[in-house]
């Protein structure tokens, strides 16, 4: 049996997160003004959010919440709300790790960093795996069975 891949994002093994309310807060700020002067990303979430971010930014607390501290908050559908971005490539999403890392690292206690960065990496992968995989294009290995 082989051992799950770890994440690239995360450097040890994680103990619970300790964070609250105000550091997601802080985080999620922080993250989205990275976003916003990034000339890979920040033209793609200005064409889907405008000149009004707070709304946005009221649901991403709410999302990092449910996430990081399992508080509920968050009632949305990511995937169905990524799926709709269609300029959306998995480059974007390795930008996307990037400019989170440098956030929480620069933000955040080394264990909560690496916790967020776990998560962020999990639904990074499984955004990526439901808006771009194709079974059609999957690399089919031909069976190994004699006789097959």
């Known amino acids: 049996m082989t ?12 103990p619970a997160p300790v964070t609250d309310e105000a550091e997601i807060e802080k985080v999620v700020r922080a993250f989205y003004t990275r976003v ?9 979430f200005e064409r889907v ?9 009221q649901k991403m607390f709410a999302f990092w919440s449910s996430v990081m ?10 995937m169905i709300a990524h799926m709709r971005l269609k300029s959306v490539r998995p480059p974007h999403f390795e930008r996307w790790l990037e400019l989170f890392r440098h956030t929480v690292d620069e933000i955040c206690a ?4 690496d916790a967020f960065m776990d998560r962020a990496a999990r639904i990074a992968e499984s955004l990526q795996t439901g808006m771009f995989f194709n079974p059609a294009a999957a690399d089919l290995k031909p069976s190994t069975r004699q006789g097959a």
């Open 3 to 14: 051992e799950p891949t770890k994440s690239p994002y995360a450097r040890r093994p994680l």
């Open 36 to 44: 916003r002067a990034d000339e890979a990303l920040g033209p793609i």
């Open 49 to 57: 959010i405008g000149d009004d971010w707070e709304p946005h930014l």
């Open 69 to 78: 501290l399992m508080s509920g908050r968050y009632k949305g559908q990511p």
């Open 110 to 113: 080394p264990e909560t960093a």
